[in-house]
């Protein structure tokens, strides 16, 4: 969870942030961008952020029943055709 000081992720560029209470959410892809203080949708200060490193993927769901899931995993690479006519 953010304590409102900007985190360093080494050479990560792409950063997903949740807010806890309202759950907006967005994926940044500059650092500099990230509303470390405060949701931009209720204000509160409840920010989650998670790196996602370059070889990872991941998905975002969100229910009233079960609330927000997120699944992260490892990107599959792209099909190159073998086996393929």
């Given at each position: 969870?953010?304590?409102?000081?900007?985190?360093?992720?080494?050479?990560?560029?792409?950063?997903?942030?949740?807010?806890?209470?309202?759950?907006?959410?967005?994926?940044?892809?500059?650092?500099?961008?990230?509303?470390?203080?405060?949701?931009?949708?209720?204000?509160?200060?409840a920010l989650s952020t998670f790196p996602i490193l370059p070889n990872e993927e991941f998905t975002f769901d969100f229910d009233e029943k079960h609330g927000v899931e997120?699944?992260?995993?490892?990107?599959?690479?792209?099909?190159?055709?073998?086996?393929?006519?």
């Amino acid at each position: 969870m953010s304590t409102g000081d900007p985190k360093k992720y080494g050479s990560v560029d792409v950063i997903f942030v949740l807010c806890e209470i309202c759950h907006w959410c967005a994926t940044y892809f500059d650092k500099s961008r990230i509303p470390y203080n405060r949701c931009p949708i209720c204000k509160s200060t409840a920010l989650s952020t998670f790196p996602i490193l370059p070889n990872e993927e991941f998905t975002f769901d969100f229910d009233e029943k079960h609330g927000v899931e997120l699944e992260f995993g490892i990107r599959k690479g792209k099909d190159k055709g073998k086996g393929r006519q």
